[in-house]
T-cell receptor, first 112, second 108 residues
């Protein structure tokens, strides 16, 4: 079955620690996205990538970093510079030329 | 400023009681309007894309419509399993803007 997987489902971060969230898709989609979801707020775009080895900042990129070395994979690193990382993180992908985005199951990041 | 507003924030209905959710938008250059369903602790599930005013799409008990200022998600004779948060999103030329969602609860 084609789809988007995210791991882990839950992630705990200690103060000063960098953590990486995984996102993999086997839909052969060119574009991939990372969103952050907080209670009572709409989804906010962190980073997106239209093609391999290229990515752009979204609305709230500060404190985050990404890489896109393979078409299937778009990991997100939450760095120690992100002072309020507790949130639900969603990865999405879309086919080139169409913008319907399909989402993964999400990763909930909690701070210890 | 581009904006997408969903109303109501929350809605409780009896099973079988039909209603509509609203998504109003003030944006420049709308290319499309998405509707998603999100269950607690899960990622949004794609429902519909609408591209032009007057367009309608249906899926089971759900029907989405689009005008030049807003979109409606009509739910007919809902069942408890329709309980979820429904998100709309406006696709612009350079970005997508999500609304905050409507939490729908269907009572048996």
């Amino acid at each position: 079955d084609g789809g988007i997987t995210q791991s882990p489902k839950y992630l705990f971060r200690k103060e000063g620690q960098n953590v990486t969230l995984s996102c993999e898709q086997n839909l052969n989609h060119d574009a991939m996205y990372w969103y952050r979801q907080d209670p009572g707020q709409g989804l906010r775009l962190i980073y997106y990538s239209q093609i391999v080895n290229d990515f752009q900042k979204g609305d709230i990129a500060e404190g985050y970093s990404v890489s896109r070395e393979k078409k299937e994979s778009f990991p997100l690193t939450v760095t120690s510079a992100q002072k309020n990382p507790t949130a639900f993180y969603l990865c999405a992908s879309s086919r080139q030329g169409t913008e319907t985005q399909y989402f993964g199951p999400g990763t909930r990041l909690l701070v210890l | 400023e581009d904006q997408v507003t969903q109303s109501p924030e929350a809605l409780r209905l009896q099973e079988g009681e039909s209603s509509s959710l609203n998504c109003s938008y003030t944006v420049s250059g709308l290319r499309g309007l998405f509707w998603y369903r999100q269950d607690p602790g899960k990622g949004p599930e794609f429902l519909f894309t609408l591209y032009s005013a007057g367009e309608e799409k249906e899926k089971e008990r759900l029907k989405a419509t689009l005008t030049k200022k807003e979109s409606f998600l009509h739910i007919t004779a809902p069942k408890p399993e329709d309980s979820a948060t429904y998100l709309c999103a406006a696709l612009l030329y350079d970005k997508i803007i999500f609304g905050k969602g409507t939490r729908l609860h269907i009572l048996p």
